[in-house]
């Protein structure tokens, strides 16, 4: 059983920032890429940006320059430092990873969501 929990959520004003963190744990042989994704009210799940175990990056365009995603392998955690934030960031963001457990299997685990609330 493995399982992803997300910290770092909540409340500030545009232009500010925040730093959410997710962190792996349970019965881990290895994790692939880990990555970001976000919902808006009435609109669908979207990449925010990902990283590989190597350290390679991708970020959807909209986050590039304001959005850095970063990991730390020893701590099974991905980071997400968030500057420069606007009232359209505001969603639920959710912290995906390919795990691969000690019994080799592999699966595509979701965290819980955490709630970043940007006011204008």
């Known amino acids: 059983q493995v399982q992803l929990v997300e910290s770092g959520g909540g409340l500030v004003q545009a232009g500010g920032s925040l730093r959410l963190s997710c962190a792996a744990s349970?019965?881990?042989?290895?994790?692939?890429?880990m990555g970001w994704y976000r919902q808006a009210p009435g609109k669908q799940r979207e990449l925010v940006a990902a990283?590989?175990?190597?350290?390679?990056?991708n970020y959807a365009s909209s986050m590039k320059g304001r959005f850095t995603i970063s990991r730390d392998n020893a701590k099974n955690t991905v980071y997400l430092q968030m500057n420069s934030l606007k009232p359209e960031d505001t969603a639920v963001y959710y912290c995906?990873?390919?795990?691969?457990?000690?019994?080799?299997?592999?699966?595509?685990?979701w965290g819980q969501g955490t709630l970043v609330t940007v006011s204008s």
């Open positions: 995906n990873a390919d795990i691969t457990t000690m019994t080799r299997r592999s699966f595509e685990v």
């Open positions: 349970g019965s881990i042989f290895s994790i692939n890429a």
């Open positions: 990283v590989t175990t190597g350290g390679s990056t």
